[in-house]
Nanobody, 125 residues
Framework: QVQVVESGGGLVQPGGSLRLSCAASGRTFSPLPMGWFRQAPGKEREFVAA????????DYADSVKGRFTISRDNAKNTVYLQMNSLKPEDTAVYYC??????????????????WGQGTQVTVSS
């Protein structure tokens, strides 16, 4: 089993920045592909970004491309989401997910095996 824990959420003004962290633990015999999703009140969980086990390839939703950056430090078993130029529409609970192999359909929530509890990001004046 794999445990995933997010941290770093908070309240920020429009145009500001936050960095989220996702720590993986448990039976991770090697680094795992990781993804970030978010869910706003009354809406379905949506894809944000994903990264391969080595960090050699990434994928971003159009809504965040150019503003968010996903990266990882495998020595720390940690994945990061750097969020810049934040907008009110970025307000959501952000979830980290993991899978044994990089999913063929990485933008679908059902493609990922392990999920964190989420961390709240609020962008407001």
């Amino acid at each position: 089993q794999v445990q995933v824990v997010e941290s770093g959420g908070g309240l920020v003004q429009p145009g500001g920045s936050l960095r989220l962290s996702c720590a993986a633990s448990g039976r991770t015999f090697s680094p795992l592909p990781m993804g970030w999703f978010r869910q706003a009140p009354g809406k379905e969980r949506e894809f944000v970004a994903a990264i391969t086990w080595s960090g050699g390839a990434t994928d971003y939703a159009d809504s965040v491309k150019g503003r968010f950056t996903i990266s990882r430090d495998n020595a720390k078993n940690t994945v990061y989401l750097q969020m810049n130029s934040l907008k009110p529409e970025d307000t959501a609970v952000y979830y980290c997910a993991a899978a044994p192999r990089f999913p063929r359909e990485e933008r679908r929530t059902t493609s990922w095996n392990y999920w964190g509890q989420g961390t709240q990001v609020t962008v407001s004046s």
